[in-house]
């Protein structure tokens, strides 16, 4: 079975910055796979954050964190980022780190349907 490891997440001054981390864990690797962020806040539905391709040639981000939060993968060795400037409060939620096998490497996808493996997800508390 396939499985995601993150790790990042915690405590943020508004304004500040953190970065998330995602990596496939023993013997498998992401490197024809699609892949995003997805966040859930306290009463809200899981919803898009920022994906990126299988190639890293394309990425796609939710208008809300667009210009603060970059979304990036190494090739190689297939782990992939979020790096998250200029926190707010509102962005105070789990982050989950999600995964779809992917034939086209340009495709990204921006649904939380459309993803099938899941990270466990870590909090990210944003603190005025």
């Known amino acids: 079975q396939v499985q995601l490891v993150e790790s990042g997440g915690g405590l943020v001054l508004a304004g500040g910055s953190t970065r998330l981390s995602c990596a496939a864990s023993?013997?498998?690797?992401?490197?024809?796979?699609?892949m995003g962020w997805l966040r859930q806040a306290p009463g809200k539905g899981r919803e898009f954050v920022a994906a990126?391709?299988?190639?890293?040639?394309?990425?796609a981000y939710a208008s809300s964190v667009k210009g603060r939060f970059t979304i990036s993968r190494d090739n190689a060795e297939n782990p992939i980022y979020l790096q998250m400037n200029n926190l707010q409060p509102d962005d105070t939620a789990v982050y989950y780190c999600?995964?779809?096998?992917?034939?086209?490497?340009?495709?990204?996808?921006?649904?939380?349907?459309?993803?099938?493996?899941w990270g466990q997800g870590t909090q990210v508390t944003v603190s005025s």
């Open positions: 023993g013997r498998t690797t992401f490197s024809t796979y699609a």
């Open positions: 990126i391709s299988w190639s890293g040639g394309a990425t």
């Open positions: 999600a995964a779809r096998r992917s034939y086209g490497g340009n495709d990204v996808y921006t649904g939380p349907q459309d993803y099938d493996y």
